[in-house]
């Protein structure tokens, strides 16, 4: 395939730019347009589709690795200049080694709530070796590689946008689309006398697929305006499998942890030494399977335990969820999936144990004839609401000791080795709790009600899905349970957007999505 022409160029950031005064956007606290948000923000965007594109574009060609502190600081700088542009008050919170956060506020005269919105704009690393494109030169096609699109041009402004259309390039998809949807909403209100009904504020993390380590650290630095937040909305994660859209009320949380088996001091020559020294990978089989029955039941005991329930409201979302099983297992060439016949939404919200990688020698051309001297596993663990990170972290070293496993946290030393016939070592943990808020809370009900109607509005009556949970773990038990305030998901991108993998996209008709869902979020009713 040849390269798509249009690659951009990164804008020079202008250096001292005034803070635009927020009353250019903020005004009556009504909307003075006889239309309303989502309609002043939908005729924008038609007006301007070929310049959001290539504004998108324009920030996907920042790289944004959290460890990278010049280039992430340069991208914060990128986003928080575009929001100044857009008529927020916005700024780079700085930590000393650690990446910024773009902070943001918009006050609205006479609003008496106030919605906290996080994105984050770092993403994970990226080997270009791996990439049908470089992952940093935004590349446009005519429909999905799948679908045998093709390299086109970036339009030029007035020139028409399919929405079928498909950008390549790392966080297209997680997490820079909400960015760029938000500034188009903010723009547009701009332009055509719109006021928020809520006051904003933002929160841009520059390290969530590092952990979002320094969030709480940053969150400490604005304690005094995120005391006045009502509801935090995530805008992160794809659209429902069955491409509907959806809003999800709770995430896993996340931990990981290896586990490394001994056999002898040293590599041995499998023709000399096999079938008499122990054969690690072998023995690291045997315990990888004793953790995890034929049908995908973890076997720890108590795995399952500290689960908490989901409430009536979850449990009626549970059973309106469509039933993307059949297609999802046609798409990804499954026979069967772990737990069957239970829906992917039901296993979700159960704690999960998977082994994310093994190694014991090599395989292919660099197999040797040697049994190797240990095997690693790494396991990847998602917690639900109710589990403990520490807990079911021992719930597996409990598990490995009923195995008849001495448990060590360093390599074991000779008398060690000499003592113990079966030794592992345990490493890693930490990681963070899951969160989940109740969809009965009067603030989550304002968020469904505006949701719902932007779903109507573009995909027809009852088109918006409602999950308990989503699979994936972003940082909101920092909201919940550390700050005390409900917190929501509001995911837009394409559910197969090649999250975290090579040659990540974004599907166009998504962006468009979330421009419309945005608007209706910021002025929904209730807020003045």
Known sequence: MTRASGTFARLAIPRGAALLALSALAGPPHPVSAQSGADVASAYRRAHEAEIVRDFAEM???????RDIEDITRAGLYIRDRLREAGAASELLTLDGVAPLVY???SVPGATRTLGIYVHYDGQPADPANWTHPPFEPTLYSASMEADGEPIPFPEAGEAVDPEWRIYARSAGDDKAPIAAVLAVLRAFREGGVTPTSNLVFFFDGEEEAGSRNLGRYMDLRSEVLDEIDIWLFFDG??????RPQLTFGVRGSMGMEVTVYGASRNLHSGHYGNWTPDTGNILAHLLAS???????????????????????????????PDVDPLLREELGLAWTEGQPETIAERLLLPALNVRGMTSGNTGALARNVIPNTAVAALGIRLVKGNDPAHLRQLVVDHIEGQGFHVVSEDPDMETRLRYPRIARVTGGGGYPAARTSMADPFVQQVIGAASRAADRAFGPGALVLAPGMGGTLPLYLFTDVAGKPAIVVPVANHDNNQHAPDENLRIANLWYAIDLYAALLTMPGGV
């Open 60 to 66: 996907l060609t920042y790289p944004n690795r959290a």
């Open 104 to 106: 943001g506020r918009l």
């Open 238 to 243: 794809p659209a429902h499998q069955s491409g």
């Open 291 to 321: 953790m995890k029955d034929e049908d995908g039941r973890v076997l720890v005991e108590g795995w399952y335990d500290t689960a908490d329930p989901i409430g009536d409201e979850e449990q009626a979302a549970l059973a309106s969820i």
